[in-house]
């Protein structure tokens, strides 16, 4: 007979998966990420791991979710706090150096994450896709931005700039510096 756990034991354990998915799909991608070793990290057995998460996909789909929405809240509470253009600038080079934490925020076009996305359910898919949508409103639809360009076209640039971390290992100069200095020249052009 399966082990009772707390409501406390629970919570550990789901951060405990969570953390190693995260990690481990940073480090090895969707496809060399399994179940055993994640249930190791976290200290469960395989068969306890089911108590938690329908699926490997289901637990992806949170990590995702969550990465994403830390970001969100994150750079929200930067850009509340500057305000304006200043604190759309810093939330971007926050945003920045959270995408080369955990890469696979930038990999949705690898194969790896093709074999993830077909494997979600639909309710998973739209979750991911809600949390997407959420992101790219985050430096157009602010009551202290006022934007000088479509808001498609500010979305685009801001998307852009973020999609050059799949770059940053060719470019001759440290990336992240690269990146502070094209926010820091293309911020006026967006915002008033």
Not at 104 to 114: G, I, P, R
Not at 148 to 163: D, Q
Request: glycine share 4%; hydrophobic share 40%.
């Amino acid at each position: 007979m399966g082990r009772n756990f707390t409501e406390q034991e629970k919570e550990h354990i789901r951060a405990g998966l969570r953390e190693a998915c995260r990690q481990s799909w940073a480090q090895y991608g969707y496809k060399k990420t399994n179940v055993d070793d994640l249930c190791r990290q976290a200290g469960i057995s395989k068969g306890a791991f089911y108590l938690f998460y329908e699926s490997k996909e289901a637990l992806f789909c949170e990590v995702l979710c969550s990465v994403q929405a830390q970001i969100f809240d994150t750079a929200s509470e930067i850009i509340d706090r500057r305000k304006g253009k200043a604190g759309a600038a810093e939330a971007l080079k926050f945003i920045y150096r959270e995408y080369d934490k955990n890469n696979f925020l930038y990999h949705s076009d690898s194969a790896d994450f093709t074999i993830l996305t077909n494997r979600l359910s639909a309710e998973q898919a739209e979750k991911i896709k809600e949390s997407e949508y959420r992101n790219r409103q985050l430096f157009s639809d602010r009551p202290d931005l006022t934007l000088k360009v479509a808001p498609a076209l500010a979305i685009s640039v801001v998307y852009s700039l973020i999609m050059n971390i799949k770059n940053k290992d060719i470019l001759p100069f440290h990336h992240a510096e690269t990146f502070d200095f094209m926010v820091d020249c293309m911020i006026d052009s967006l915002y008033e």
